[in-house]
């Protein structure tokens, strides 16, 4: 049993057809969350109303889900579908689980 399997528990809970579907849904999931915060974040710079506090709290809302979006969720969706590690040499998994808790 590998490092993946032992935090995700992949292989002997999910089918492929079901992996799949899952990534699919991810993946609209990511894509529509990267469009939405990057309209935000096109409004916001248009505008340009920093001035209150909560315009600013929006824009780091929008920043910080749009980063977790385009680096987190495809590699948690990658993983999902190859039980395998794709950056071992520069992040771990635990890393990665770390970051996607914390955000």
């Not at 089918?15 to 609209?28: C, H, P, V």
């Amino acid at each position: 049993m590998n490092e993946s399997q032992i935090y995700f528990n992949i292989s002997t809970e999910y089918t492929l057809t079901e992996r799949i579907f899952i990534a699919i849904f991810l993946s609209t999931i990511c894509v529509t969350g990267v469009l939405g915060n990057l309209f935000v974040l096109y409004v916001a710079i248009r505008k340009q109303n920093y001035k209150y506090v909560t315009n600013c709290y929006i824009i780091n809302l929008a920043i910080t889900d749009f980063l977790f979006l385009s680096i987190s969720v495809p590699l948690t969706i990658y993983l999902g579908l190859t039980d395998s590690w794709m950056l071992s040499n520069l992040i771990d998994c635990k890393t990665q689980l770390l970051i996607a808790h914390v955000k």
